[in-house]
C-alpha cells in the first residue's frame, strides 16, 4: 500500500518533449571507457583531497589516489588503470578551477586488490562507517556531502528513521529511475546496509508516483526485508529536497538552520545506497556513476560514466548535440550550472547533463509586480521578492533577518516568476556576501584577541 505525503510550496516546471518521459525507458548504458581521466581532488563538499600519486606514476582502477584532508572531505580513487600523466588544475561544472590526478587509460581494467565484507552483519557501525569513508562515497543526488560523515551522528543527536530519496524531481533527469528499475535488489541491500550502520530499525523510500514502475520493482525487492517502507509521493518540486522529504515521509519538520538529524532522520540519495552496496558487498570504491544525458541531443540516454571522464565524450557517446541547443548544463536545469564549453570532467556529482534550448536562453528582467508567486512556490516559506530587493540594496542584516541564509537555492522561486526576477540568484549572492562578512568579523577577532 503506498501513501501520498506533500511538503509546503513547491511548482512543476514543464519540460516539454524531450523531458523525462523521452529517457525514462532508455536502460543504462556503460559509456566507453575514454583515452584520458581527469579526476579532481575536490568533487565533494568539504577540504579538498591531497594527492598520493605523481606524475610519471602507474595506478590500477580503484587505488586510491586522493586522501581526504579533513573530517568533512572524500577521498578519490582511479577510474580507469594507466599512467599518471600530470597533476594539472582543471575547471569543473562549478566554475571553480581545482588541482586534478590526469590518467593516461591502459585500457586494461586492472583493479585493485579488492577486499569485500564477508559477513557485514556481523560488522559494528563503526567499522561498516570506515568502510564507507574508505571508498570516498558522497551523496549522489548533487549535494557531494561526504556519506560517511552522515552516517556518524554528532554527541548528543540521536537518528531513528532513515529516508531514502528516489524523488529524481528535477526535470529531464532519469538516472536515478533507471537504477531504481535495475538495481532494485542492490539498493533494498544498500538500505539494509546503511540501516546496520546507523544502528536503526526504520527506512523509508520517498518515491515520485510518475515513477510507479519503480516503486512497485523496490516494493517487490523489499518484500520480507523487515524496516522498509515504500512511499509514492506526488510530482511536486523539490520534492526531494532533505527538508522537504523528511516532512513529506514523516511529517517531522527540520527547523530554521537545521538539519535532518535535528528530528531524529538521515537522508541518503538512492545512488549513494547503491555505491554504499558495492563498497561493502564488494570491495569498490566509487569510482563510477549513472548520470543522464538529455535534451537536444540525436541519442539521448542513461550511462554508467567513469569519474573523470569528460563531458564531450559523452555528448560524441550520444550521437551529438541538435543544431537548435543554446546552453549547456552540468545537473538538472532548476539547480544545475551552466557550462560555456564541454571539456569539463564529469564528478562524483554529476546527475545529469543537458542540452537545452531557447526555452533555457536568458530573458531579460522585468519590475517585480507583486503578484506573490514567488512566496507561494518557496518550500522554506520565504519571501524572495523582499529577500531579492534587500540584496540587491546591500542591506544585508535584514537580509539574514528575513531567512535568506534557509534558502536552499531551488529554483522555484525564480521558476515563477512572471517578471523574469533572479531572485535565486539574488539569494545565492546574499549568502555568499554573509558567509564572507562572518568569516572577516571571525578573522578580525581572532588577530585582535589577547594572546595567551
Given amino acids: 500500500m503506498f501513501f501520498k505525503k506533500m511538503f509546503p510550496g513547491g511548482t512543476h516546471p514543464h519540460e516539454g518533449v524531450n523531458g523525462k518521459a523521452v529517457n525514462s525507458g532508455n536502460a543504462i548504458r556503460e559509456l566507453p571507457a575514454p583515452k584520458r581521466v581527469v579526476i579532481p581532488l575536490s568533487q565533494h563538499i568539504g577540504a579538498p583531497a591531497e594527492a598520493l600519486v605523481k606524475k610519471g606514476d602507474t595506478v590500477l582502477m580503484g587505488q586510491k589516489i586522493g586522501e581526504a584532508a579533513g573530517y568533512v572531505s572524500a577521498s578519490v580513487h582511479a577510474s580507469v588503470s594507466g599512467k599518471v600523466v600530470g597533476i ?8 571553480a578551477v581545482v588541482p586534478a590526478v590526469v590518467i593516461e587509460n591502459d585500457f586494461q ?3 585493485t586488490e579488492l577486499r569485500p565484507a564477508a559477513h557485514p552483519e556481523t560488522l559494528s557501525a563503526k567499522e561498516l562507517q570506515e568502510i564507507i ?3 570516498g562515497i558522497v551523496g549522489l543526488g548533487g549535494a557531494t556531502f561526504p556519506t560517511a560523515v552522515k552516517l556518524t551522528p554528532a554527541e548528543g543527536k540521536s537518528i531513528e528513521k532513515l529516508i531514502i530519496n528516489g524523488a529524481e524531481c528535477e526535470p529531464y533527469l532519469t538516472a536515478d529511475h533507471r537504477l531504481m528499475l535495475e538495481k532494485s535488489v542492490e539498493i533494498i541491500d544498500g538500505i539494509h546496509l546503511i540501516m546496520l550502520a546507523l544502528d536503526i530499525k526504520e527506512a523509508v523510500i520517498g518515491v515520485e508516483d510518475n515513477k510507479m514502475d519503480a516503486i512497485q520493482a523496490l516494493a517487490a525487492a523489499c518484500e520480507g526485508v523487515e524496516g522498509i517502507t515504500v512511499k509514492a509521493l506526488p510530482v511536486m518540486y523539490p520534492q526531494g529536497g532533505e527538508k522537504q522529504l523528511v516532512y513529506a515521509c514523516t511529517r517531522r519538520k527540520v527547523p530554521a538552520g537545521g538539519l535532518p538529524i535535528d528530528v531524529g532522520c538521515v537522508v541518503c540519495n538512492v545512488g549513494t545506497v547503491y555505491a554504499v552496496q558495492q563498497a561493502i558487498r564488494e570491495g569498490k570504491p566509487l569510482v563510477q556513476r549513472v548520470t543522464t544525458m538529455g535534451g537536444l541531443v540525436n541519442n539521448p540516454g542513461n550511462f554508467l560514466i567513469r ?7 559523452l555528448i560524441e557517446a550520444c550521437g551529438g548535440l541538435q543544431p537548435d541547443v543554446v546552453k549547456l548544463i552540468s545537473g538538472g536545469p532548476m539547480m544545475g550550472n551552466a557550462i560555456a564549453h564541454a571539456n569539463i570532467p564529469m564528478t562524483k556529482g554529476t546527475s545529469g547533463v543537458l542540452a537545452l534550448g531557447k526555452e533555457a536562453a536568458e530573458k531579460p528582467e522585468n519590475p517585480c509586480i507583486n503578484c506573490g508567486r514567488c512566496v507561494t512556490a518557496c518550500p522554506m516559506q520565504l519571501v524572495p521578492t523582499r529577500l531579492d530587493l534587500l540584496v540587491r540594496n546591500n542591506n ?9 541564509m534557509n534558502c536552499m537555492e531551488c529554483g522555484a522561486c525564480t521558476f515563477a516568476c512572471p517578471a523574469k526576477r533572479l531572485l535565486t540568484q539574488s539569494c545565492r549572492t546574499g549568502k555568499k556576501m554573509i558567509n564572507a562578512r562572518r568569516k572577516a568579523a571571525a578573522a578580525k577577532a581572532a588577530a585582535e584577541a589577547p594572546e595567551k
Fill in 307 to 313: 569519474i573523470g571522464a569528460t563531458i564531450d565524450t
Fill in 133 to 135: 569513508r574508505e571508498a
Fill in 396 to 404: 544585508l542584516e535584514e537580509a539574514e533577518k528575513g531567512g535568506v
Fill in 88 to 95: 594539472e588544475n582543471v575547471e569543473t561544472a562549478s566554475g
Fill in 109 to 111: 581494467d586492472t583493479w
